[in-house]
C-alpha cells in the first residue's frame, strides 16, 4: 500500500533553502518516491492554515517512504531545511484497494 511524506513548511531563508530544494527530488526518485504536490499555494477553505507551503511525496509503501527519510542521502541534506525553515513532516500510509 502506498504511503506519503507530507510536509507543511514555512521557509524563512529562501536563498538558503534553494540548495535544499535542488538537491532533494533526485533522493526522493532514487528511493521509490514522486511528488504530488511541491510548494503549491495553499488556499484555506476552513480552519486555521497558517503554514504557506505545502509537499506530498507518494512512496511505494512505508518502507519506501522510512528508508528516504533515514537515507544516509536526505540526512545529509536535511540540516539545509531544518536550518531554513519551521514546519512539520509527518508519514501516513494509503488506503488499500
Known amino acids: 500500500m502506498a504511503a506519503y511524506i507530507?510536509?507543511?513548511l514555512d521557509v524563512t531563508n529562501p536563498e538558503a533553502?534553494?540548495?535544499?530544494?535542488?538537491?532533494?527530488?533526485a533522493v526522493v526518485a532514487d528511493h521509490g518516491g514522486r511528488y504530488l504536490v511541491r510548494g503549491a499555494e495553499v488556499d484555506v477553505l476552513e480552519g486555521d492554515?497558517?503554514?504557506?507551503?505545502?509537499?506530498?511525496l507518494e512512496f511505494p509503501d512505508k518502507a519506501a517512504a522510512e528508508g528516504?527519510?533515514?537515507s544516509e542521502e536526505y540526512q545529509e541534506i536535511l540540516?539545509?531545511?531544518l536550518?531554513?525553515?519551521d514546519g512539520a513532516v509527518v508519514i501516513v500510509?494509503?488506503?488499500e484497494e
Open 49 to 56: 492554515w497558517e503554514i504557506p507551503r505545502l509537499i506530498i
Open 79 to 81: 540540516p539545509l531545511r
Open 83 to 85: 536550518e531554513n525553515a
Open 93 to 95: 500510509e494509503g488506503i
Open 68 to 70: 528516504f527519510y533515514h
Open 6 to 8: 507530507i510536509a507543511h
Open 17 to 25: 533553502f534553494e540548495a535544499y530544494r535542488e538537491a532533494v527530488p
